[in-house]
């Protein structure tokens, strides 16, 4: 199973930046996605943003020109650049991989990590 780490919330006032980070650890696997996810109480989740294996990146209309996503290959890690925060960004970000086993080819998995709290806030 891969462990994801994921870091860099907390509070900020509008229109500052923060960066998340999200780190996957295993051996033996490819990473076909990763990304992450957001939810603030009483709103359904939605996908913010997600890097795909060949680079592919896709954000939710709310974020994009204000958010960029990135890879590090080399260290299995992504990175969640938010400028411009708004209150409505305020929310729980929780990271994402999609992932085979080499060993497994045939079954894609999915791993989260543990929600890191993002609060934009004067």
């Known amino acids: 199973q891969v462990q994801l780490v994921e870091s860099g919330g907390g509070l900020v006032q509008p229109g500052g930046s923060l960066r998340l980070s999200c780190a996957a650890s295993?051996?033996?696997?490819?990473?076909?996605?990763m990304g992450w996810y957001r939810q603030a109480p009483g709103k359904q989740r939605e996908l913010v943003a997600s890097?795909?294996?060949?680079?592919?990146?896709d954000y939710a209309n709310s974020v994009k020109g204000r958010f960029t996503i990135s890879r590090d290959n080399a260290k299995n890690t992504v990175y969640l650049q938010m400028n411009s925060l708004k209150p409505d960004d305020t929310a729980v970000y929780r990271c994402f991989a999609d992932y085979y086993s080499d060993s497994s080819p045939w079954a894609t998995l999915r791993s989260w990590g543990q929600g890191t709290q993002v609060t934009v806030s004067s």
């Open positions: 890097i795909t294996r060949g680079g592919t990146t």
């Open positions: 295993g051996s033996d696997f490819t990473f076909n996605a």
